[in-house]
């Protein structure tokens, strides 16, 4: 049995209309941190003209993505892959992807993950790619919600190197890596979708 995660299953959809709207009809994606594989099973059968790499950095989750994907049947998924955000290389040096999805991993993860995720998006996205995050974070002149607060207290008491990151933190590590936000969309339960693309 794949493993399941009550989060992933209410936020698929929501997460599926908004990658609808801001990506193109067709392309390939690269999921960092796909954890179960709700997502890649259900992202790729609602986007049936894009090509999905679901990835994460324990092997235990590949075997559940395997597991999602071939409970809902779907073609478009390409065979699960170990990829640490963290590593200096993380596939061959020409691979381009369309679009890089990562969900929920920045808050439960060490802050080095998030440079990571910028400088390897910078290194893989396609010219016109679109890097997508999606998670809960903090925001400067946004109140924080009682439940982002207590959520960001509990993960802080699991790991003192995790917890919700500030946006415009983020935002300076992609930067750093030659990314910009293109675009913020703020999604149910106080999270929020975020677009990079290559700064101009
Ligand atoms: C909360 S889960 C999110 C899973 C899924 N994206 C979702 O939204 O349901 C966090 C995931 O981040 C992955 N992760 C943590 N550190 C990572 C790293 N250095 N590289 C890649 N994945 C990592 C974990 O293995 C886990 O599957």
Redo the contacts with the bound molecule.
């Keep these: 049995m794949p493993d399941f995660?009550p989060?992933?299953d209410r936020n698929k959809q929501p997460i599926l209309t908004m990658l609808r709207q801001v990506l193109p009809d067709a392309g390939n994606a690269l999921e960092?941190?796909?954890?179960?594989g709700q997502?890649a099973a259900w992202f790729a059968a609602g986007l049936p003209r894009w090509t999905w790499q679901p990835t994460?950095?324990?092997h235990t989750?590949l075997d559940s993505i395997a597991g999602w994907v071939a409970q809902h049947g779907v073609a478009n998924v390409l065979p699960p892959l170990r990829?640490?955000?963290?590593a200096p290389r993380w596939l061959p040096d020409d691979a381009r992807f369309d679009s890089i999805v990562c969900?929920?991993?920045l808050h439960?993860?060490p802050w080095a993950?998030c440079a990571a995720l910028m400088q390897g998006s910078a290194r893989h996205l396609a010219t016109n790619g679109l890097l997508i995050t999606y998670g809960p974070y903090l925001e400067d002149g946004v109140v924080t919600s009682e439940g982002n607060r207590t959520f960001n207290q509990s993960l802080r008491a699991q790991d003192a190197d995790w917890g919700l990151r500030r946006r415009e933190d983020v935002e300076v590590e992609a930067a750093r890596a030659g990314l910009q936000l293109a675009a913020r969309h703020a999604m149910p339960s106080n999270n929020l979708l975020l677009v990079w693309s290559r700064a101009l």
């Design positions: 995660s989060a992933a960092i941190a796909s954890g179960t997502h994460d950095l324990q989750a990829l640490d955000v963290t969900a929920n991993m439960i993860a993950t």
